[in-house]
């Protein structure tokens, strides 16, 4: 219970106070009764979630330099400590290193190990509590209060840690100095302002409750409940009957400020003369002129007045307490829903992380209905002194609105220790920042990336994008460096760095980053001709420049002659050049393909989309028929049945075969691949007329419809009818 930790917490022995599991209540908190409350609260601004700012002015935020180094270190520490460093995700190999070093209780080995796993995982707070420890244990009570000052940076939300930093400087403070009291009233204000509003802080509540009364100032203890009965916590009924002890022990003097105290004094006087009057029955006796009410002895209030005034109070309260319980009655199914509200490695279930987006979404829409301002009429008229009453309201729903924006931090903040390894609530943080504040947002964006999710390479591309967004493409060239610094070889980043180049106008920098992806990843044929590929088309569509787009082409099908995908945009290369001189290159770029190491199918593509240039543009009959023979000559070669059948018609279903010849009537949305049948053709399609004015075959002008086939035989070609058949005289 919380009073027996603070009787506990007078003493100044040296001994460090029981933490967080002594504050625990022993009974199980119900739900609030399903009453009628008012949902209803003012609308206002948002306020930033108050930093942690513990007393740090003779501590560093630099992990605790060392003292004393103890001898060698432990047989096994190298060998575990290889392996947590190689392997940095695997949460079991820093587990067992710590482990082995708490055994061996070394401190130099245990405080390597600590520093380097919180650094990766700064949101275990129970081993923030363990190194703390540790430091106490080894006699260093400095380098403890650093350890605790660095974890509650790292996790401010921690209830559990702040409970421990007091603990902590009450065992080794000397409490009969002047300011150490000072300063423990301090970090407990600092400990509610950063976490007072989450809906498990009833234990940092009580300790501070019950430190003021050890301190002897029961009018501190009472502001502190009045303070706490306002927030929606777990145990909110306990606090409204620790206020009423506190009320019934104590008289109202000593307990409540003195600007209170005076006017409901003021207020139950005239109240007790208004009943006095009322039931007296005989005349009362005369007073002298002024005085109002004889003394009490040695000038106390009557008890009668103290009852009267402690009823009053709690009517006050009970207001108050009424509404409190209507926000948690809002709040106790979905806090109900959360069943691991700490960090751990471990997955969490689906329900569980449908629930957090249904809490959080919840709160979110609340503050939007709060921060709605109603319709005024146009015509409305202000009474005299309504302007004055406007302005209050104001202030008390700006103070409301506020409030409920501090919850939503907060309660992002808690979704995000047990969800710190999920991207998509990063993200939905910063969506809510971002139309509050760009520079909170971009903190968010910084946590994720450079600490929780390193390498999650999504949701750093999205923080790149956030700061090009707006403006600041300084930033986001250093967020795309340092991915790919941590995620060498992923081509999505080296693009990503592409285009942010391209968009910015420097066109050669962009092509100077295909060009160097192309030179480093030519020991790996596939990302060779990938990077090849992109560059040429950079070369070609934006830099005008065909020669050095045919020449990376060329270059790339040295080393990788049998990637259809780089005979193809050398196909769309010259057949999107100048009709008077493309077509010996076009014929030419027909013939290499043929003779590579290619798929069947492939050729046979290849050799069609010849005879298709030929039969559109060729010069004389005598070239069409020459180039026609060829293509007769390698179906058959390669062909086989599959030729017959395709040149019967008979090699598809017929309701397909008519959703071809309907589609070639439709020009092909470059976006969207067609839909066609994998069979062999043997006549070409008919070409389209590009916006450049060049020709295109229907469904390849696309690049991606091509691109992103998975197999070579579908480069988006269509027979749409079959003209050959007594076209041209049988080979």
Not at 64 to 92: C, I, K, M, Y
Not at 364 to 387: A, W
Not at 647 to 667: I, L, Q, T, Y
Request: aromatic share 8%; proline share 6%.
């Amino acid at each position: 219970m919380a009073t027996e930790v603070s009787e506990d917490l007078s003493g100044n022995n040296g001994e460090l106070v029981e933490d967080s599991s002594a504050m625990e209540t022993s009974e199980n908190p119900v739900p609030p009764p399903m009453t009628e409350v008012s949902e209803e609260n003012g609308g206002g601004g948002a306020d930033e979630v108050p930093e942690v700012a513990p007393d740090t002015a003779s501590y560093s935020t630099a992990p605790p330099a060392t003292e004393e180094e103890e001898g060698e270190l432990p047989v096994d520490f190298e060998r575990l400590w290889t392996a947590a460093n190689e392997h940095p995700q695997d949460f079991s190999s820093w587990t067992d290193l710590l482990q082995y070093c708490e055994q061996e209780s070394h401190l130099t080995a245990s405080r390597r190990a600590l520093t380097a796993f919180l650094a990766r995982y700064p949101l275990c707070y129970g081993y923030w509590k363990k190194y703390a420890d540790l430091e106490r244990r080894a006699g260093y009570n400095n380098k403890a209060e650093e350890v605790c000052v660095q974890g509650l940076q790292a996790i401010p939300l921690s209830v559990d840690l702040w409970i421990h930093y007091i603990n902590l400087l009450l065992g080794t403070l000397d409490m009969n100095l002047p300011e150490s009291p000072k300063r423990i009233r301090g970090v407990f204000e600092d400990a509610v302002s950063a976490t007072g509003l989450d809906f498990h802080s009833d234990r940092l509540w009580d300790l501070y409750i019950e430190w003021e009364k050890e301190q002897g100032d029961m009018k501190a203890a009472a502001a502190v409940l009045d303070r706490v009965l306002q927030v929606p916590t777990q145990l909110y009924s306990s606090h409204y009957d620790k206020f009423k002890a506190h009320l019934d022990n104590h008289e109202p003097k000593d307990v409540l400020p003195p600007e209170e105290y005076a006017e409901l004094r003021v207020l139950c006087r005239q109240s007790q003369k208004a009943e006095r009057a009322e039931q007296a029955q005989e005349e009362e006796e005369e007073r002298p002129p002024g005085e109002e009410e004889p003394a009490t002895p040695e000038g106390k209030d009557s008890e009668e007045l103290i009852q009267k005034m402690r009823e009053q109070v709690l009517t006050q309260r009970d207001k108050v307490y009424q509404q409190n319980e209507g926000e948690v009655r809002k709040r106790w199914h979905y806090e109900d829903n959360i069943k691991r509200p700490y960090f751990h490695v471990k997955p969490l279930d689906r329900a569980q992380l449908r629930a957090w987006h249904a809490y959080l979404d919840w709160e979110i829409s609340q503050l939007n209905k709060d921060t709605k301002e109603p319709n005024q009429e146009p015509n409305e008229e202000v009474e005299e002194g309504s302007e004055v009453k406007s302005q209050g309201e104001d202030t008390e729903e700006e103070s409301q609105g506020s409030s409920d924006d501090k919850r939503v931090h907060i309660l992002f903040e808690r979704c995000l220790i047990a969800c710190a390894l999920y991207e998509e609530f990063w993200i939905k943080y910063v969506h809510y920042l971002e139309a509050r504040s760009l520079e909170e947002a971009r903190v968010v964006f910084r946590r994720a990336c450079e600490i929780h999710l390193i390498n999650k390479h999504t949701i750093h591309m999205q923080w790149a994008a956030f700061e090009e967004r707006h403006g600041d493409l300084t930033e986001a060239r250093r967020v795309l460096e340092a991915l790919e610094t941590a995620l060498p070889g992923l081509a999505v980043v080296r693009l990503r760095r592409a285009g942010l180049e391209r968009r910015a106008g420097r066109l050669d920098e962009s092509e100077t980053l295909l060009r160097d992806a192309v030179t480093q990843s030519i020991d790996n044929p596939s990302l060779h001709a990938f990077y090849s590929i992109k560059l040429a088309r950079l070369l070609l569509k934006l830099g005008r420049n065909p020669c050095k787009a045919r020449g990376v082409l060329h270059e790339a099908l040295e080393i990788s002659p049998d990637n259809g995908k780089l005979h193809m945009n050398l196909l769309e290369l010259e057949v999107s050049g100048d009709l008077r001189g493309s077509a010996e290159g076009v014929q030419e770029c027909v013939m290499r393909a043929l003779s590579a190491p290619l798929p069947p199918r492939t050729k046979i593509l290849f050799s069609q989309r010849g005879l298709q240039y030929a039969e559109d543009y060729g010069s004389s009959i005598q070239s069409v028929l020459s180039i026609y023979e060829e293509h007769q000559k390698l179906l058959k070669q390669l062909g086989g049945k599959k030729r017959a059948a395709a040149e019967n018609g008979d090699s598809e279903d017929p309701e397909k075969m008519m959703k071809a010849d309907d589609s070639s009537a439709v020009p092909v949305s470059p976006q969207v691949p067609p839909t066609m049948p994998h069979v062999p053709i043997t006549t070409p399609p008919p070409t389209m007329i590009g916006a450049d004015g060049s020709t295109q075959a229907a469904g390849y002008g696309a690049y991606s419809s091509w691109y992103q086939q998975p197999q070579y035989g579908s480069y988006g070609y269509q027979n749409t009818w079959n003209y050959n058949q007594g076209y041209y005289p049988p080979s």
